[in-house]
């Protein structure tokens, strides 16, 4: 048996930081069915994790596009707000986008439409999430990230402040800058049409 690699350890964790499991409801009994096992949005309610794991509203006090929260939840769904403007991270292998490989076309913004990523810079890097190379120039902000007790960088839409993901770079996947853009399938939207040169 192969031991999976630090790299492959870390993003999984980072998967299941923002997701937290309880048991689903049975209305026949305690022991007359087997119970099954249903992600909870996040840890909010608990304040310590919350803090720890990343369920920090987004900062929207320096961006272009500003919105009360209540606006960006009407907006956005409840999974599109839990990720773009509370930091989350959906599991790896749930966004239709992870293998999604057009020859051309835009990845733009789930909340303010904003070009982001051209299609040619994305690359299957295995992690479970769509993954780019690099972004349109100043489409993508990074910040320090240290909710899990290490440093990372976050990427977040300089146009609104929503969070993408996070940026690893130097892990040697073959692509020009040796960067892995780390994105949510769900903070981000495909047009087949170039909407930035």
Not at 66 to 89: A, H, N, V
Not at 125 to 137: E, L, M, R, V
Request: proline share 8%.
């Amino acid at each position: 048996m192969r031991f999976p690699s630090f790299p492959t350890l870390i993003r999984t964790f980072q998967a299941f930081t923002n997701n937290s499991f309880r048991v689903a409801n049975s209305t026949r009994g305690i022991y007359s069915s087997p119970q099954r096992a249903t992600p909870i949005q996040s840890m909010h309610n608990i304040p310590f994790l919350g803090a720890l794991f990343g369920t920090k509203m987004a900062d929207n006090s320096n961006y272009p596009v500003q919105k009360p929260e209540g606006e960006w939840q009407t907006q956005l769904s409840p999974e599109q707000f839990r990720i773009l403007r509370k930091k989350g991270t959906e599991p790896p292998g749930s966004s239709k986008l992870d293998k999604h490989y057009p020859d051309a076309g835009v990845y733009t913004c789930a909340g303010c439409d904003a070009p982001l990523y051209k299609a040619n810079h994305k690359f299957d890097s295995g992690c479970g999430w769509p993954a780019f190379w690099d972004a349109f120039p100043g489409a993508v902000d990074q910040r320090s990230d240290s909710s899990l007790g290490m440093m990372r960088t976050e990427i977040v839409c300089t146009n609104c402040g929503g969070h993408l993901g996070h940026i690893f770079k130097g892990e040697k996947l073959g692509n020009p800058k040796d960067e892995r853009h780390c994105v949510n399938g769900i903070s981000i939207n495909f047009s087949p049409e170039d909407k930035k040169e």
